[in-house]
């Protein structure tokens, strides 16, 4: 589903990474480590075709990433650390704009009034349910306790069973123990 050789992304003189080579089959999910500015959530924007690679070519769902074309985001399910909600959408308003169709215990009041747990609890039920068949996650366990960790490891674990590429950007060893099949440390 995602394959990437000779990656590399520089901004100025300073190489964030350089020759990676990536592999995510269907079914799989490859977590990337590695400290603040060391690149993980420029390759995620890559592997989404929101960044431009300096050096490498990468495939994703067969094809070159670009998030401006809607058949490529119809495959694509992601979560970057800016993205946000509608503030006056309730919690179902915005599952049902995705189009999840999922039964979890929402509040019925506007998103504006959901604590930040909350907010990133929604977020992540959209990207993880709605169709897709790569998934793309940008720090998700971001504002989420332990407990909530491991709810987020289960719909990872859910979506890989359904046969998703599953690429996460993190800093916690405990989600990438749980749902990593391979991990990449940027360093």
């Not at 089959?25 to 929101?50: E, F, H, I, Q």
């Not at 995705?98 to 959209?126: I, K």
């Not at 289960?154 to 359904?162: I, N, P, Q, S, Y």
Request: charged share 25%; aromatic share 4%.
């Amino acid at each position: 589903m995602i394959e990437g050789r000779g990656l590399g992304v520089r901004f100025g003189e300073r190489w964030l990474f350089r020759g990676l080579d990536l592999d995510v089959p269907g079914g799989t999910c490859v977590v990337l480590t590695g400290d603040n500015g060391s690149g993980k959530s420029t390759l995620l924007r890559c592997l989404y075709g929101a960044q431009e690679l300096t050096e490498g070519t990468v495939t994703v769902n067969g094809g070159a990433p670009d998030e401006r074309h809607a058949d490529f985001r119809r495959g694509v399910s992601v979560l970057f650390d800016d993205s946000t909600l509608f503030d006056a959408l309730t919690p179902r308003q915005h599952l049902d704009l995705v189009g999840v169709d999922v039964d979890p215990d929402l509040p019925d009041d506007p998103a504006y009034t959901l604590s930040s747990g909350q907010r990133r609890r929604l977020l992540l039920l959209g990207a993880i349910h709605r169709e897709h068949r790569v998934l793309l996650l940008d720090e998700p366990e971001r504002a989420l306790d332990a407990g909530r960790r491991r709810w987020l490891a289960g719909l990872v674990d859910g979506a890989k069973g359904r046969g998703s590429a599953v690429v996460i950007a993190s800093h916690d060893p405990l989600l990438a123990g749980l749902v990593a099949d391979h991990v990449v440390d940027l360093g």
